[in-house]
């Protein structure tokens, strides 16, 4: 994959964005994926959390918005307690979800018509609830 | 004084009540789990104390915010704690996910002022963090002791391997709970040993179990628990013990999707800690809920000579 990179773009509106929902420095990061060695979610990841957290610093917002990474997380902040220099990575996924839910377009990330039959009656209330403050806009 | 009156094997016994501990239940322990909320209360008569139901109650939400700027999702658990305060400076949590939101709301309202004052005038409260939030494990190690638990255990459950599964909300952030230690807790362990069970080390026990990914993605959720069952059952485990009904969705009632997935797997049997320590205190294994477990726990117990 060709990634361009200009002036422009390094730490953009987007980076800040999500520095300032997660309220965390995306510099601190220094690329030693330890989050992405620790993730029980990784394995199904397009990249890892470290990459992603490159992609927004490098104000790449296309690229790390379209994957599933950050969709994944289940907010378990493995990562976050085995950080090297402390940033919340959890917070950090959760921002980018933030950045595509409160777009204008209000995409939610899962479709409530389209579960099978009988699958909320299943699940325990607190999966629903938690799943829905993450997946719908 | 008071008394309560609770079915012990046979007979009826009266108990002595020396203590009240405020109770917040959340939603799934009041539908999906209640087994667990039922077999807690029963056995806190049998140690003395009472879980005294906090008044209307509301969810807590089910997920911390991790959105600096979220506040909204603030509001429901720090109404909890504001009413809980009017009526006492304790609550108690058996959920493992409430326990996390409560905790780390009151944390947040305790030290950073500026939200503090959003929250409180939105909810017309003046709450200032001043609670003491504690899970059921914590109060049967700091109050009751894990000695005195054993003296007081009928039926030791000697020769049950089990595997006791903390998972994630209950030690993280590390900081904020201050449960135990963060990569390697004893607190479980010492829990399942004071009840004469054979607590089982495996790797994955502070893994997260997919948590809310089985609304959005059942898979990765499926897979999550059979890693963390495999690794379990491969340590020698007969059963697993878990704190929290988001665990128990994931690694009991997806066990027959693992089946599917993987034909090998041998499902097991989860437990609430407190089933275990009802059979250990002696209750009818009639009274624990086992109906809603969906591993069938029975034969297992059978074969023991627990029942």
Not at chain 2, 264 to 273: A, L, N
């Amino acid at each position: 994959m060709k990634i361009e990179l200009t002036r422009q773009k390094v730490h953009n509106e987007f980076t800040k964005k999500v520095e300032l929902i997660s309220g965390q420095n995306l510099f601190a990061c220094y690329q030693c994926g330890n989050c992405t060695a620790g993730c029980p979610v990784a394995f199904a990841m397009e990249v890892g959390p470290h990459e992603v957290i490159r992609y927004t610093l490098l104000g790449l917002e296309e690229e790390a918005l379209r994957v599933n990474t950050f969709w994944l997380c289940a907010s378990c902040l493995q990562c976050t307690s085995r950080c090297p220099k402390g940033i919340d990575i959890a917070r950090v996924m959760d921002a980018l979800r933030m950045v595509v839910l409160r777009k204008k377009e209000r995409k939610d990330a899962i479709q409530i018509p389209e579960f099978p039959e009988g699958f909320l009656e299943k699940l325990p209330q607190i999966a629903f609830i938690s799943g829905f403050r993450k997946f719908l806009s | 004084m008071r008394y309560a009156c609770l079915r012990v094997g046979r007979r009826y016994a009266f108990l002595e009540l020396v203590m009240d501990y405020l109770y917040f239940p959340g939603c799934t322990l009041y539908t999906k789990a209640k087994n667990f909320d039922q077999t807690a209360r029963n056995c806190s008569l049998l140690l003395g104390f009472e879980l005294k139901e906090l008044k209307n109650w509301t969810c807590c939400g089910a997920t911390f915010p991790l959105a600096t700027d979220n506040i909204m999702a603030l509001l429901p658990p720090s109404r909890i704690l504001a009413t809980a305060r009017e009526e006492g400076t304790v609550l108690t949590t058996l959920c493992a996910v409430c326990f996390n939101v409560i905790k780390r709301t009151n944390r947040l309202i305790q030290g950073d002022g500026e939200k503090r004052d959003k929250i409180n005038n939105f909810i017309e409260k003046n709450y200032q963090g001043d609670l003491q939030i504690l899970h059921y494990l914590e109060i049967l190690k700091q109050d009751i002791g894990f000695p005195q638990l054993r003296e007081k255990v009928k039926k030791p459950l000697e020769g049950l391997l089990a595997a006791p599964y903390y998972g994630c909300m209950l030690l993280r952030p590390f900081k904020e709970m201050g449960f135990d230690d963060k990569e390697k807790p004893t607190l479980f362990e010492e829990f399942l040993e004071a009840l004469g069970a054979k607590a089982i080390e495996f790797p994955y026990k502070i893994e997260c179990c997919g948590s809310f990914q089985s609304v959005g993605s059942p898979d990765v959720a499926t897979e999550c628990a059979y890693k963390i069952l495999g690794s379990a059952i491969q340590n020698g485990a007969e059963a697993m013990v878990s704190t929290c009904p988001m665990c128990t969705f994931n690694i009991d009632h997806k066990q027959s999707d693992i089946k599917q997935k993987h034909l090998d797997f041998k499902p097991i049997p989860v437990f609430y800690f407190t089933q275990l320590l009802g059979i250990a205190m002696g209750l009818d294994y009639r009274t624990l809920g086992f109906e809603q477990n969906a591993v069938d726990p029975l034969p297992l117990l059978s074969e023991k000579g627990f029942l």
